[in-house]
């Protein structure tokens, strides 16, 4: 090995302190913490890590420069494959992509990709640089939908290649779930997700938001009426599903993505801001992804008492070790093997409880996961002034309902080849959309994909 | 930005604009609402589309002042601009898939309460273009809360205006006028009430004895008015509904009033602390 130093740990926001606040938890690395931990990594001639980047970041490449302390050139190499660097590095389930195959990793622990492309990310911002290399300008134009990790890499692509590209967005502010969804103590809003975006404004790209498609305007008009040639669909999966039991309806039942938007889209938190949210003393959680760890770190913050309620055991929590991990740390209660059968109400129809049954893990299933079963009689009741429902969400069926000849699947997702061509020539899909909740670097991966397409498709036309 | 291109006071607490919106302006149907931000710190505030004109570009909203938000809208000026203008939003109603065949063989009735006027209007305007005979009620607290009178006198057949305290019209409740009606035997294919919760509750105990079909639009809380948060749902014949995209048109037959009632509320001691300064540790009133 090229050196036997352990990886470089990362200071972090004493846990007691951060709980008061929402500004980020990691710091990160300085630059001599950086270069030191890229000293670590062995620049595999053939590296493991590369292939399981849903972009293939050229990895050993952009790690080398920090060793030698060309930051600049790092960002270089950064930049030609991902436009949100400073997003990835710090939200990406790392543990389970690159770092995951890094070969460190089988004896020890991996390099800290992850840390390290967040710290060149940060460092090209803070020195003002930007990547605007384009192709001029083709004289064909490309419509994006959503401003997501998806849209977002898709228009950077298309920008790089010429086209003239415009990405419509139905809410206020563009980012997507990194805006409206993952809160500011993880991926700050102003200094991370706004600079990002403006790299992709500074290609060339313009983003309309308030823009509904399929309201406000429709595939077809953009395409017959405003002329673009071709269109992407990166709209995610934003619907929040319920799980249908008694009490689901009583006042302070919240879906998560209700929670996280009221608190990071319109800055509840802040009271600087109009929004109101409403958290009471304390707050049952139901899920165990990102996004239950996320609602429970944000209502912790907000002062109440949080406990998570999963089905599963802690072995099968979706989440990310790392916010498991934070949100224990932050004093945030788990409780597994447990099921809400009813949500129970007071007089006044405010939530005052969740009824609960105690699960087991019964045989695996085709899918080699054990499933929980309840185990009978073993109802309990779990006191609570809030419960939020992250039970997961699914695609917005409004551009499929208003676009004739674009199929769907039976989970309202847009049906896609590999390339990201749906049944409608000339209208490419990606991202959530197209594969359901998943993550932000796999929906960028997607987005760069179907650009690709896209450039070939319209060379041929 | 979405600029104010026209703007008059209806009652001193009711302001009607005209916002140029060109691209909602030209897809914008009856039934149908938006949502605006007055600055970047504001809340997104749901607003019927109460008339577009798809040639000036410019769609038109009717804001009751109620509380902090609702109070910065009015208090805008010609020339403003809101921030965001985003929509169309929700179901157009119904009866805009009908042919003009149909349509002019029915007859409807409207029950607006108070501002709820506004929403009626582009309705009523619709029907009467496609040759439906329509009726209106208008219900306010007083003569100077009546508003749209003139512009609906010349769209529908019968208009009807009644008051609570009896200074203006008849005096009395909307409910009262709408079965003084049907008692006498006006016989119509289609009611719609549009008004606070609680005169679309009443509005549908009163019609249900005749057999009245009837539709209401709900005004639930809404953040997003997309589908993605779940805020406005509501139980329309048990099913849970997310009255921003399956609505804001009900059946009124279906709908749980008294849920969609405690729901609106939610937020009230919240939103009452004058300035909502403080959120963290907000306890709640009962
Ligand atoms: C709370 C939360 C935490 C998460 N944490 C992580 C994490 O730590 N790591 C990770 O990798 N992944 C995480 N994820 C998942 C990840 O964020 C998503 O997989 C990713 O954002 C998907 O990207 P996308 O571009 O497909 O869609 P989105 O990010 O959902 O963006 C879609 C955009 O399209 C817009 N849109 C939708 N419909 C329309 C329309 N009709 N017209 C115009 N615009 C429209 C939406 O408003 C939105 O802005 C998390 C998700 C959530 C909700
Ligand atoms: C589909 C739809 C269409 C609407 N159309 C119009 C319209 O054309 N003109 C108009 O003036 N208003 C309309 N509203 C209501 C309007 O959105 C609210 O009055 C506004 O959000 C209140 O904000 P505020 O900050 O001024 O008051 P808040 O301070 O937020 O609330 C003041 C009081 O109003 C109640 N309230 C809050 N939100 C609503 C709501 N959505 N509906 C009813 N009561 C509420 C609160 O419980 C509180 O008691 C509509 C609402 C919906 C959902
Ligand atoms: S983008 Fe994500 S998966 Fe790829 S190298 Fe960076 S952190 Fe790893
Ligand atoms: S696998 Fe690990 S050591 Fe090898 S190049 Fe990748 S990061 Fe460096
Ligand atoms: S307002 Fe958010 S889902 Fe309807």
């Given at each position: ?461 | ?5 026209r703007k008059k006071f209806l009652t001193p607490l009711i302001a009607l604009m ?29 607003l019927t589309?109460c008339d ?8 038109t909203i009717v804001t009751q002042v109620v509380g902090?938000?609702s109070r910065r809208i009015c208090n805008m000026d ?32 409207f029950i607006a309460g108070g501002l709820g006027t506004a929403p009626v209007y582009?309705?009523v ?11 209106v009620i208008i219900g306010a607290k007083s003569k100077d809360m009546v508003i749209f009178e003139q512009e609906m006198r010349s769209i529908c057949?019968?208009l009807y205006i009644c008051t609570d305290d009896g200074s203006y019209g008849k005096k009395g409740l909307v409910t009262e006028m ?16 549009i008004g606070p919760?609680i005169m ?87």
């Amino acid at each position: 090995m090229r050196n036997k130093i352990p990886r470089v740990p990362v200071r972090e926001q004493d846990p007691k302190e951060r709980v008061k606040n929402f500004s980020e938890v990691c710091f990160g690395y300085n630059e001599e913490e950086a270069m030191l931990e890229a000293s670590r990594c062995l620049g595999c001639k053939n590296p493991a890590c590369v292939k399981d980047c849903p972009v293939n970041i050229q990895i050993p490449q952009f790690i080398y420069q920090v060793e030698l302390g060309n930051f600049e050139e790092a960002a270089r190499i950064l930049f030609t494959d991902s436009s949100l660097p400073a997003v990835c590095g710090r939200v990406c389930p790392q543990e389970s992509q690159c770092e995951g195959k890094c070969i460190l990793g089988v004896k020890g622990e991996p390099v800290a990709i992850g840390k390290l492309e967040r710290f060149v990310a940060d460092w090209s911002r803070e020195k003002g640089i930007k990547f605007t290399d384009r192709k001029p300008l083709n004289g064909k134009s490309v419509a994006v939908i959503g401003s997501g990790p998806a849209g977002i890499a898709c228009a950077t692509d298309l920008a790089k290649m010429g086209y003239d590209v415009t990405i419509f967005e139905a809410l206020h502010e563009p980012g997507g779930v990194l805006q409206y969804g993952i809160p500011e103590f993880r991926l700050p809003k102003e200094d991370v997700v706004k600079a990002e975006i403006d790299n992709v404004r500074s290609l060339g790209v313009k983003i309309e938001t308030n823009v509904v498609v399929g309201r406000t305007v429709t595939i077809d008009s953009l395409m017959d009426d405003e002329g673009f040639s071709a269109i992407f669909i990166g709209s995610g999966a934003g619907l929040p599903k319920f799980m249908g039991i008694p009490g689901e309806n009583l006042n302070a039942v919240v879906s998560a993505n209700e929670f996280l938007t009221r608190s990071n889209l319109m800055r509840a938190y802040d009271p600087e801001y109009e929004t109101p949210i409403y958290v009471g003393k304390r707050v049952a959680v139901v899920g165990g992804g990102n996004v239950a760890m996320d609602a429970a770190r944000t209502a912790q913050r907000l002062g109440a008492q949080v406990t998570v309620v999963y089905r599963r055991t802690e072995k099968e929590l979706p989440a990310r070790v790392e916010e498991v991990h934070h949100a224990k740390e932050e004093g945030i209660v788990f409780r597994m093997l447990t099921n809400p059968v009813e949500v129970l109400g007071d007089e006044k129809g405010w939530v005052r409880g969740l009824t609960c049954i105690k699960m087991e893990l019964g045989e695996p299933d085709a899918s080699g996961r054990r499933s929980p079963v309840p185990i009978p009689d073993s109802n309990f009741d779990i006191e609570t002034d809030v419960v939020i429902m992250s039970l997961g969400t699914s695609p917005n069926p409004l551009i499929a309902t208003t676009t004739p000849g674009l199929q769907t699947n039976r989970w309202d997702c847009l049906v896609a080849d590999e390339s990201g061509a749906t049944t409608r020539p000339g209208v490419f899909a990606g991202g959530d959309v197209v594969t359901g909740a998943a993550t932000v670097i796999l929906a960028m991966g997607a987005g760069r994909k179907a650009a690709e397409a896209i450039d070939i498709y319209l060379q041929s036309k | 930005m979405y600029k104010i291109v026209r703007k008059k006071f209806l009652t001193p607490l009711i302001a009607l604009m005209d916002v140029d919106a060109p691209r909602m302006a030209r897809s914008a149907k009856p039934g149908q609402f938006l949502i605006v931000r007055v600055h970047d710190k504001g809340e997104r505030i749901p607003l019927t589309v109460c008339d577009f004109d798809s040639e000036k570009g410019t769609v038109t909203i009717v804001t009751q002042v109620v509380g902090a938000s609702s109070r910065r809208i009015c208090n805008m000026d010609e020339g403003d601009s809101f921030v965001d203008f985003a929509g169309p939003l929700g179901q157009p109603s119904e009866f805009i898939h009908m042919s003009r065949e149909e349509l002019s063989a029915k007859r409807f009735i409207f029950i607006a309460g108070g501002l709820g006027t506004a929403p009626v209007y582009p309705q009523v305007k619709f029907l009467h273009s496609m040759g439906a005979k329509v009726d209106v009620i208008i219900g306010a607290k007083s003569k100077d809360m009546v508003i749209f009178e003139q512009e609906m006198r010349s769209i529908c057949d019968n208009l009807y205006i009644c008051t609570d305290d009896g200074s203006y019209g008849k005096k009395g409740l909307v409910t009262e006028m709408l079965k003084e009606l049907l008692d006498r035997g006006e016989r119509y294919d289609q009611a719609v009430a549009i008004g606070p919760m609680i005169m679309m509750k009443f509005v549908t105990l009163t019609a249900k004895p005749y057999n009245l079909p009837l539709i209401v639009s709900l005004n639930t809380l809404m953040v997003d008015g997309t589908g993605m948060c779940g805020a406005c749902r509501v139980s329309v014949g048990s099913k849970t509904k997310f009255a921003c995209v399956d609505g804001p048109e009900f059946d009124a037959y279906l709908v749980d009033f008294e849920e969609a009632m405690r729901r609106q509320g939610m937020y009230k001691n919240i939103e009452q602390q004058a300035d909502h300064k403080c959120k963290i540790g907000i306890e709640r009133q009962q």
